[in-house]
């Protein structure tokens, strides 16, 4: 049997306006009179538009919705699995993200910390670090840092401290990505010539800590800057973050403790 356009779409619970747009995508042709121009739908189109509302209640995407079509009962069923294993990270992301909110709504009934940012000056004496670098938004820094921490582990060095990343620059073209190095501070018993062990010289630094969530970090930014513009002093390097607590030893992000520090100009 045929359908026009609109008889389709009633019977589908589809606009006509996605019909056409299935069919610009060549997701669903329907057959076309070339006289009048119309569109006839057959009994298998509604097989295959029933098939497209549910890839795309699976959260499929139209080009990924080209490929399942094309595809075998076995392949099909390993792209389920993968869609699977993609939801359900989206889906941890999105509980963490609602946890989140849900403090702002219902505050947890503890001391309430406000911080002051103190500004302290002093002098970083020289010492060497294993540093990866790369362009990354926020999720790929942490791939980055969990990379720092498989790396440092094999080679199993004596630990310098606190792992940090300097903030080197924001892309122009997408302000979520960031030009970041992770360092983590080691002793060196032996010369190498490992280009990822690198010497940080001797300098003159301001630095703050920074008590609670990420995303209030840029004040502490800007207490270094105040305080630097009111004292009379450049700022002559990138930020640097240092991790003193943070998800490795706590979940709880309130509780997260962040050096930031820049170097001063002379």
Request: glycine content about 4%.
């Given at each position: ?108 009934k503890t001391i309430h910390r406000v911080n002051t940012y103190d ?39 004596v630990l310098a401290g606190k792992y940090f990343s300097i903030f ?5 073209s997408d302000y979520n990505q960031y030009d970041v190095e992770v ?84």
């Amino acid at each position: 049997m045929l359908y026009k356009i609109g008889e389709f779409a009633k019977i589908n619970k589809i606009s006509q306006r996605m019909l056409r747009y299935y069919d610009e995508k060549s997701l669903l042709k329907p057959r076309k009179d070339e006289v009048n121009g119309y569109r006839y739908y057959t009994d298998n189109d509604i097989n295959t538009v029933s098939k497209l509302k549910l890839l795309r209640k699976y959260h499929f995407s139209i080009d990924e919705i080209k490929n399942v079509l094309e595809m075998d009962s076995e392949a099909t069923k390993f792209i389920f699995q993968r869609k699977i294993a993609e939801l359900n990270e989206r889906a941890i992301e999105y509980m963490d993200v609602i946890e989140e909110m849900k403090t702002y709504i219902e505050p947890k009934k503890t001391i309430h910390r406000v911080n002051t940012y103190d500004v302290f000056w002093g002098v970083r004496k020289p010492f060497h670090a294993f540093c990866l670098r790369k362009v990354a938004d926020e999720a790929g820094l942490e791939l980055l840092i969990d990379q720092l921490h498989y790396h440092v582990n094999r080679m199993n060095p004596v630990l310098a401290g606190k792992y940090f990343s300097i903030f080197h620059s924001v892309k122009e073209s997408d302000y979520n990505q960031y030009d970041v190095e992770v360092c983590q501070p080691i002793l060196l018993e032996t010369e190498t010539n490992d280009s990822r062990i690198k010497l940080f010289r001797e300098t003159n630094y301001l630095h703050t800590i920074h008590m609670g969530n990420y995303d209030s970090i840029s004040f502490a930014y800007n207490a270094l800057y105040d305080w630097a513009n009111s004292h009379g002093h450049r700022l002559g390097g990138p930020f640097i973050e240092k991790y003193y607590v943070d998800e490795y030893i706590t979940k709880d992000k309130d509780e997260f403790v962040t050096e930031v520090s820049i170097e001063i100009m002379e």
